[in-house]
């Protein structure tokens, strides 16, 4: 009488098992989640073309007489700008990566803005060239027509963040390492 229910249970149990599902452990928590503040999880931040550069190197603009930048100021070209960092590595230690803004930022022409945006080439399309980061804004001249001001500000919290790997992210793309080679010779 007992043994018909016996037998079906151990066969639902087996094949429970068998799947991978064991009904007698609950899914650990991972205490770190996914992806987490880079402020929080990372440290020497830098904003560049080809190799680290010291925040805010290159921003600095002729001014006239009177102060006020000259019409047409003179800006260095566009070029690709990535963030590098060194962010806090799941299991222990860290790494250091870069990740293109490009990926991460969209330009709105009407606005003249930098805007969070997947692959959308803010950078090049808003003609933005030394970006510096200042907590949590990433500031960049751009080549604006109707504002007077070209440095453009963008907050990049909750846009670019470390992965649990220390790597950096955003939406769906993330960084590539960098070896501490590259990171020194660069």
Same mark, same amino acid.
């Given at each position: 009488?007992?043994?018909?229910? +016996?037998? &079906? +249970?151990?066969?639902?149990?087996?094949?429970? @098992?068998?799947?991978?599902?064991?009904?007698?452990?609950?899914? +650990?928590?991972?205490?770190?989640?996914?992806?987490?503040?880079?402020?929080?999880?990372?440290?020497?931040?830098?904003?560049?073309?080809?190799?680290?550069?010291?925040?805010?190197?290159? @921003?600095?603009?002729? $001014?006239?007489?009177?102060?006020?930048?000259?019409?047409?100021?003179?800006?260095?070209?566009?070029?690709?700008?990535?963030?590098?960092?060194?962010? !806090?590595? %799941? +299991?222990?230690?860290? %790494?250091?990566?870069?990740? !293109?803004?490009?990926?991460?930022?969209?330009?709105?022409?009407?606005?003249?803005?930098?805007?969070p945006q997947s692959r959308g080439n803010g950078i090049t399309k808003g003609d933005c060239s030394s970006c &510096?980061?200042?907590?949590?804004?990433?500031?960049? $001249?751009?080549? $604006?027509?109707?504002?007077? !001001?070209?440095?453009?500000? @963008?907050?990049?919290d909750k846009v670019v963040e470390a992965t649990h790997d220390g790597f950096l992210a955003c939406f769906e793309?993330?960084?590539?390492? @960098?070896?501490?080679?590259?990171?020194?010779?660069?």
């Amino acid at each position: 009488m007992y043994r018909t229910p +016996i037998i &079906f +249970i151990t066969l639902y149990l087996s094949a429970l @098992v068998a799947a991978g599902k064991d009904p007698s452990k609950k899914p +650990i928590e991972d205490p770190k989640p996914e992806r987490g503040n880079i402020n929080a999880k990372c440290h020497g931040i830098y904003i560049n073309g080809e190799k680290p550069s010291i925040a805010g190197e290159g @921003v600095q603009r002729p $001014v006239n007489a009177n102060g006020q930048p000259p019409p047409m100021a003179i800006r260095p070209p566009s070029t690709p700008q990535s963030i590098w960092a060194t962010c !806090d590595h %799941r +299991i222990q230690g860290s %790494r250091t990566s870069k990740l !293109d803004l490009n990926l991460c930022l969209g330009w709105n022409p009407t606005t003249e803005e930098l805007i969070p945006q997947s692959r959308g080439n803010g950078i090049t399309k808003g003609d933005c060239s030394s970006c &510096f980061y200042a907590k949590p804004n990433l500031h960049c $001249v751009c080549g $604006v027509k109707k504002k007077e !001001d070209d440095r453009i500000p @963008v907050s990049l919290d909750k846009v670019v963040e470390a992965t649990h790997d220390g790597f950096l992210a955003c939406f769906e793309h993330t960084g590539t390492q @960098v070896s501490l080679d590259q990171w020194a010779t660069s």
